[in-house]
């Protein structure tokens, strides 16, 4: 079982639609969960990050964490077709996951 | 801006040669990173550095090396490239102890490699 865990996609979503991407992660140790968002022939850049359990919100992006259930969610609001990109989630421990592909289309 | 280059976007070559790879940051900072990234598999650690002359090994080291003489300058090495070693490579630095905080990874724009 991989330590981090997540949906490949593709997802492909109208334009001002919400958007759910998700990971589940194994070990309990981890304590800082990241968002990266790989543009294509680009490498990953850090979108936001949470610390334990809660939320985080960033503008139109909120990033959520549940320990109990060891789920790491990202949420998109209002999705523009600059947000089509993949998305990786990752642990404090530099274990990523193996990304989600969103395709917001006008 | 951290600005973490690395010195070819494309490479093409043959089964047997040696290839390496070279990466450079700006920002002075301690730790850097060699991944590889594949459909389905995602970012796999090949090596990191946390300081000049200091390597670690990550999940897959096989088949690969690398070296840090200089702080701001890692290079990957393929002793004799394969036709399985074909795929995107990544190279990140992170100012930051890694262990238990958020130290971001910065990401150069990653080199293409295809073995033949």
């Known amino acids: 079982q991989k330590e981090v865990e997540q949906d490949p996609g593709p997802l492909s979503v109208p334009e001002g639609a919400i958007v759910s991407l998700n990971c589940t992660y194994s070990?309990?140790?981890?304590?800082?969960f990241m968002w990266y968002r790989q543009y294509s022939r680009k490498g990953p850049e850090l979108l936001m990050y949470?610390?334990?359990?809660g939320n985080k919100e960033d503008g139109r992006f909120t990033a959520q964490v549940d320990k109990s259930s060891k789920y790491i969610s990202l949420f998109i609001r209002d999705s523009q077709p600059s947000d089509s990109a993949t998305y990786l989630c990752?642990?404090?421990?530099?274990?990523f996951g193996t990304g989600t592909r969103l395709q917001v289309f006008p | 801006d951290v600005k973490v280059t690395q010195s070819s976007r494309y490479l093409v070559k043959r089964t047997g040669e040696k290839v390496f790879l070279e990466c450079v940051q700006d920002?002075?900072?301690?730790?850097m990173f060699w991944y590889r990234q594949d459909p389905g598999l995602g970012l796999r650690l090949i090596y990191f550095?946390?300081?000049?002359?200091?390597?670690e090994k990550g999940d897959i080291p096989e088949g690969y090396s690398v070296s840090r003489e200089k702080k701001e300058r890692f290079s990957l090495i393929l002793e004799s490239a394969s036709t399985n070693q074909t795929s995107m490579y990544l190279c990140?630095?992170?100012?930051?102890?890694?262990?238990?905080?958020?130290?971001?990874?910065?990401f150069g724009e990653g080199s293409r490699l295809t073995v033949l």
């Open positions: 550095s946390y300081d000049v002359k200091m390597k």
């Open positions: 920002m002075d900072h301690e730790n």
């Open positions: 990752a642990t404090d421990k530099l274990i």
């Open positions: 949470t610390y334990s359990s």
């Open positions: 990140a630095s992170s100012p930051l102890e890694l262990q238990g905080s958020t130290g971001e990874l910065f």
């Open positions: 070990n309990s140790a981890f304590q800082y």
